[in-house]
C-alpha cells in the first residue's frame, strides 16, 4: 500500500473527469461483458498530466521488483529502467492504447476478480488509487486479492485503502520462496460488491494494449 498517494483534492479532480466526453477512448458496461456491474473508461492519450506522471514516477520504482520477480520465476524478460523506453516496446509489438482507466460503481456494483493482461508484453505489476472515501462516499466495495496456489486452496486477501491510498499489486502471478525454492502463485484481483454510495478509483496499468 501506499498510503495518501494523492491528496483529498487530487482525487476529487481525477473523479470529476469520469463526467466529462472528452479525454476516454473507450466507455465499458461491465455486466455486458460479464465482468460484474458498474462502468470503467480508458483514457485516451495524451493522458492527464496527473495519470501521466504517476505512470512515470511509479514505474522508475517498481523495476527492480519486477525484474527480480521474474529472475525468480525464471522469466527472460528484463525491464527498462525508464517507463518510456518500455513503452516503446508495447507500442513496436502493436499494444499501442493507453491502458490506465476511471472506475465508477454505485450500490450494487462489484468487479469480478480478474487479471489485466493487453497482449505479449506485461509489467507485473500495477496500481489502483482509491479516490472516493470509504464509510463515508461509500460502504462495501472491498479492494481484492486472491492468490491461486499450486495444488492448494486459493487464499483471499482484502485491502484496507482509505481515499488517495494506492495499492500496488501483482496483475499475473509473483514468486513465493518454499522449503524447496521458489513457486508461482497467480494473483486475481476485484471489488466486492459496493452496499451504498458511489465509489470511483483510478488504475495504473503500465503495459499498453492491443
Ligand atoms: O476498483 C478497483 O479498486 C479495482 C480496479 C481495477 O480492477 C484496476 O484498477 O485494474
Ligand atoms: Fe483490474
Redesign the pocket.
Known amino acids: 500500500m501506499l498510503r495518501g498517494l494523492l491528496d483529498g483534492a487530487a482525487c476529487d479532480d481525477v473523479a470529476a473527469l469520469y463526467g466529462e466526453e472528452a479525454g476516454f477512448r473507450s466507455h465499458v458496461h461491465m455486466a455486458r461483458h460479464g465482468f460484474g456491474r458498474g462502468e470503467y473508461r480508458y483514457f485516451a492519450y495524451p493522458l492527464p498530466p496527473l495519470v501521466a506522471d504517476l505512470r512515470g514516477i511509479l514505474y522508475p520504482r517498481l523495476t527492480s521488483i519486477a525484474n527480480r520477480w521474474h529472475e525468480r520465476m525464471g522469466m527472460a524478460v528484463r525491464f527498462p529502467a525508464e517507463h518510456a523506453e518500455f513503452l516503446a516496446r508495447c507500442h513496436d509489438a502493436g499494444q499501442r492504447r493507453p491502458t490506465p482507466l476511471l472506475l465508477q460503481y454505485g450500490a450494487g456494483d462489484y468487479n469480478c476478480l480478474?487479471q489485466?493482461l493487453y497482449g505479449e508484453h506485461v509489467f507485473p505489476l500495477q496500481a489502483a488509487v482509491l479516490l472516493s472515501a470509504p464509510g463515508e462516499d461509500f460502504a462495501g466495495g472491498e479492494f481484492v486479492l486472491t492468490e491461486q496456489r499450486p495444488r492448494m486452496q486459493s487464499r483471499a486477501a482484502v485491502v484496507p485503502l482509505a481515499k488517495g491510498d494506492a495499492v500496488v499489486f501483482a496483475v499475473n502471478a509473483r514468486p513465493v520462496r518454499g522449503s524447496l525454492g521458489d513457486y508461482r502463485v497467480t494473483m486475481r484481483?476485484g471489488v466486492s460488491e459496493i452496499r451504498s454510495g458511489r465509489r470511483h478509483t483510478l488504475?495504473v496499468i503500465f503495459h499498453d494494449a492491443a
Do not use: E, K, M
Open positions: 480478474h489485466d484481483h488504475g
